[in-house]
Structure formats: structure tokens, C-alpha cells
């Protein structure tokens, strides 16, 4: 069992800048697909950014790349995200996922991750 909690979010200005971070109980931490989702009221969870390191790779949606990055530290079992450039539309509430499983999917989808944080806000003010 994981247990995933979040932190670092809060009211911004547009244009500025927040670091989410995600703490994550469990011994085998580093073997994980982390992810990072979020969700506005009204809207689906969507999927922002993910980092897998079966593959060595970390990929990000559209909306957020090039502003936003995601990092690892195994020896604090801690996932970040980076966010600059905020916008008004990447107000939402920040979901922090974990998966332990490997497959073919691209884990850009909720239903592809077992274990879900709390969740923390994030809103960006004009």
C-alpha cells in the first residue's frame, strides 16, 4: 500500500510561480510511475505530467509544457512539479498519482494509477 500526500499549493498571481510536492510512504518508491493530475470544478481530471522510470522518461501535456516540470527525489520518496508562468486556467485542485505496474499504456490516464493523493489547490488570480 502507498500513501500519497501533497502539498504546496495556494493563491498566485498570474505570471507567477508554485512548487507542488508530493511525499510518498513505501519502500519500493523508486520503481513507481509517478504522476501529477488536476481538476477544475465542472471538468474532468486531467492528466498534466507524468514520469516513469521503466522508460526513463517524463512527459507532460500540451497545456503545460515548457512551464511546468516534474522531478524526483527517491531518497526523500518525494515527486515535484515546478509550476512558472502560472495561468488562470491552471487553476484547479492538483491530484499526485502513483502507479507500480508496468505496461504499454502512457499513463496520461487516471484509470492507469492505483494510488491517488489528497489532493491540494491551486489558484491563479489575474
Known amino acids: 500500500q502507498v500513501q500519497l500526500v501533497e502539498s504546496g499549493g495556494g493563491l498566485v498571481q498570474a505570471g507567477g510561480s508554485l512548487r507542488l510536492s508530493c511525499v510518498a510512504s513505501?519502500?519500493?518508491?523508486?520503481?513507481?510511475?509517478l504522476g501529477w493530475f488536476r481538476q477544475a470544478p465542472g471538468k474532468e481530471r486531467e492528466f498534466v505530467a507524468t514520469?516513469?522510470?521503466?522508460?526513463?522518461?517524463?512527459d507532460y501535456a500540451d497545456s503545460v509544457k515548457g512551464r511546468f516540470t516534474l522531478s524526483r527525489d527517491n531518497a526523500k520518496n518525494t515527486v515535484y512539479l515546478q509550476m512558472i508562468s502560472l495561468k488562470t486556467e491552471d487553476t484547479a485542485a492538483y491530484y499526485c498519482?502513483?502507479?507500480?505496474?508496468?505496461?504499454?499504456?502512457?499513463?496520461?490516464?487516471?484509470?492507469?494509477?492505483?494510488?491517488w493523493g489528497q489532493g491540494t489547490q491551486v489558484t491563479v488570480s489575474s
Open positions: 498519482a502513483a502507479e507500480g505496474r508496468y505496461y504499454s499504456g502512457t499513463y496520461r490516464r487516471p484509470n492507469e494509477y492505483t494510488y
Open positions: 514520469i516513469n522510470p521503466s522508460r526513463r522518461s517524463t
Open positions: 513505501g519502500r519500493t518508491f523508486s520503481s513507481y510511475v
